[in-house]
């Protein structure tokens, strides 16, 4: 998506879940993608972005300039991955055995490259609340250190709403969000 303001993408009822991947080109980032345009029909109360180390040309390239149903931010340069720490390690010990067996491998059948010298992205998963508040973050200690698929998503952002919802709870013990009649808030403190 071109010129994405990033406070008009965390607009909205409902969190967004940024979830940073290597390049496009990457097995590991081709694999996950995959598997989030193919359940996210179970992605509920929630949004996704996924986020490439890739530009605009190369992923418009690869998919014949196809629309994806969820923005796909390209970050060539890496000044997102910069500004958020994004990690990196060199080498195979960052795939997990699994990656390693089953991407890894397939993606050197498939004619992919892996440069043993380039650092490797790890995986950062954000989830994003309103005005750009960052609820939740998790930083990959694999490649494969990511929400599964759309379903693991949705599980992450209702239970980081349940801890803030229980977050405030805890912060404002008398405030909550029922209705109640005046005698019900005799003595109680006001809730900011």
Same mark, same amino acid.
């Given at each position: 998506?071109?010129?994405?303001?990033?406070?008009?993408?965390?607009?909205?009822?409902?969190?967004?879940?940024?979830?940073?991947?290597?390049?496009?080109?990457?097995?590991?980032?081709?694999?996950?993608?995959?598997?989030?345009?193919?359940?996210?029909?179970?992605?509920?109360?929630?949004?996704?972005?996924?986020?490439?180390?890739?530009?605009?040309? #190369?992923?418009?390239? &690869?998919?014949?300039?196809? !629309?994806?149903?969820? +923005?796909? /931010?390209?970050?060539?340069?890496? @000044?997102?991955?910069?500004?958020?720490?994004?990690?990196?390690?060199?080498?195979?010990?960052?795939?997990?055995?699994?990656?390693?067996?089953?991407?890894?491998? #397939?993606?050197?059948? &498939?004619?992919?490259?892996? !440069?043993?010298?380039? +650092?490797? /992205?790890?995986?950062?998963?954000? @989830?994003?609340?309103?005005?750009?508040?960052?609820?939740?973050?998790?930083?990959?200690?694999?490649?494969?250190?990511?929400?599964?698929?759309?379903?693991?998503? #949705?599980?992450?952002?209702?239970?980081?709403?349940?801890?803030?919802?229980?977050?405030?709870?805890?912060?404002?013990?008398?405030?909550?969000?029922?209705?109640?009649?005046?005698?019900?808030?005799?003595?109680?403190?006001?809730?900011?």
């Amino acid at each position: 998506m071109p010129e994405n303001d990033f406070y008009g993408l965390c607009e909205g009822g409902r969190p967004l879940c940024m979830i940073f991947l290597p390049g496009f080109d990457h097995p590991v980032s081709r694999e996950y993608i995959t598997r989030y345009l193919k359940t996210l029909p179970s992605l509920k109360g929630a949004r996704l972005a996924c986020v490439v180390r890739s530009s605009a040309q #190369a992923v418009a390239a &690869a998919t014949r300039g196809s !629309d994806f149903p969820f +923005p796909v /931010i390209c970050d060539g340069p890496g @000044v997102l991955y910069g500004y958020l720490g994004v990690e990196q390690t060199r080498g195979l010990l960052s795939w997990s055995f699994a990656a390693q067996k089953k991407f890894y491998k #397939a993606a050197k059948d &498939a004619g992919y490259h892996y !440069d043993k010298a380039a +650092p490797q /992205i790890l995986p950062l998963t954000l @989830v994003v609340g309103h005005k750009g508040k960052i609820l939740f973050t998790h930083s990959g200690r694999s490649q494969t250190d990511l929400p599964e698929d759309c379903a693991a998503i #949705a599980e992450i952002v209702k239970a980081v709403e349940a801890a803030t919802v229980q977050a405030h709870a805890d912060a404002n013990p008398h405030c909550s969000d029922e209705t109640l009649t005046l005698p019900d808030l005799v003595g109680w403190a006001r809730c900011g």
